[in-house]
């Protein structure tokens, strides 16, 4: 499945949980770390449990995550409460690194749920290859703005302090084969300034964005659609390679250009994103 944008709820407000996976957003996350309060952790767990076992909440194939907290002892209260609970796909691990990754997948291990790890800090992202090597992570996330605390970093328009981490993020997620979403945009109002980043976290190789707003999440997919040139330009090369397969061609020419294998991996990409907005 596509995720193109995975929307974090305030697990302490269930009326935003319900309506959620009706926002358009392909994982919907709710969230008893960041977003909730520490005096109201408690609450949040049991309003996640209770939505998550409630007969008449269905979210219509959106893939359903619950972000739990990123202490151990915390974790492990999380990790038991939702233990039984029916509508659960996945767990975000908050401050990702190998450590605690392994200590949900062992939790995990004899439920059919996928991890995403969100590597936010800087033993995470040191440890992201091992982390997207463990067998129960379908994910890697990236989360800037808490990396960057951890770093004592300055956060920038431009994102320079954190594009080395950013970078490593993806080539973890593609040698071990799993997904890689890239950090939240905080600015609310600015659109444009969203598509830019989304934009660029997509040539950089990311699948997807992390979001906090319903309104974030259509501009992240129309961000993501290819342009109409460069979907024609993607089947101009896959029909030739085609053609050229009957003539065992390992390298052909399409519009004067030499085509090889990378590109040919770069135009099955193109469409499978057309193909994601369809």
């Not at 767990?45 to 909440?57: C, E, M, Q, S």
Request: hydrophobic share 45%.
């Amino acid at each position: 499945m596509a995720r193109r944008t995975v929307l974090f709820s305030p697990g302490d407000r269930p009326d935003m949980c319900r309506t959620a996976p009706s926002t358009g957003a392909d994982t919907v996350v709710f969230d008893l770390e960041d977003a909730v309060a520490p005096a109201r952790k408690a609450a949040a767990r049991a309003a996640v449990v209770d939505l998550l076992t409630d007969p008449d909440f269905d979210p219509a194939g959106v893939e359903v995550a619950v972000r739990v907290a990123a202490d151990p002892d915390a974790a492990a209260t999380d990790l038991d409460a939702l233990s039984d609970v029916s509508r659960l796909d996945a767990v975000m691990c908050p401050k990702a690194d190998a450590a605690s990754v392994e200590r949900a997948a062992d939790t995990l291990a004899t439920r059919d749920r996928a991890v995403l790890a969100l590597i936010e800090t800087a033993t995470g992202v040191l440890d992201a290859r091992e982390v997207a090597t463990t067998p129960a992570v379908d994910a890697l996330c990236f989360g800037a703005e808490d990396l960057a605390a951890d770093l004592g970093a300055t956060r920038t328009d431009e994102g320079t302090e954190v594009l080395y981490a950013r970078e490593h993020v993806v080539l973890a997620a593609r040698a071990a084969g799993v997904d890689a979403i890239d950090t939240v945009y905080t600015d609310l109002d600015d659109h444009e300034g969203l598509r830019s980043e989304t934009q660029f976290a997509a040539t950089l190789g990311y699948d997807g964005k992390m979001v906090v707003h319903p309104d974030q999440v259509s501009v992240v997919h129309d961000a993501l659609v290819p342009d109409p040139d460069e979907v024609a330009w993607a089947r101009r090369i896959l029909t030739a390679r085609d053609e050229a397969a009957g003539d065992d061609r390992g390298v052909f020419e399409v519009d004067g250009e030499m085509i090889d294998a990378p590109l040919i991996a770069r135009a099955e990409r193109v469409l499978n994103r057309a193909s994601d907005d369809e």
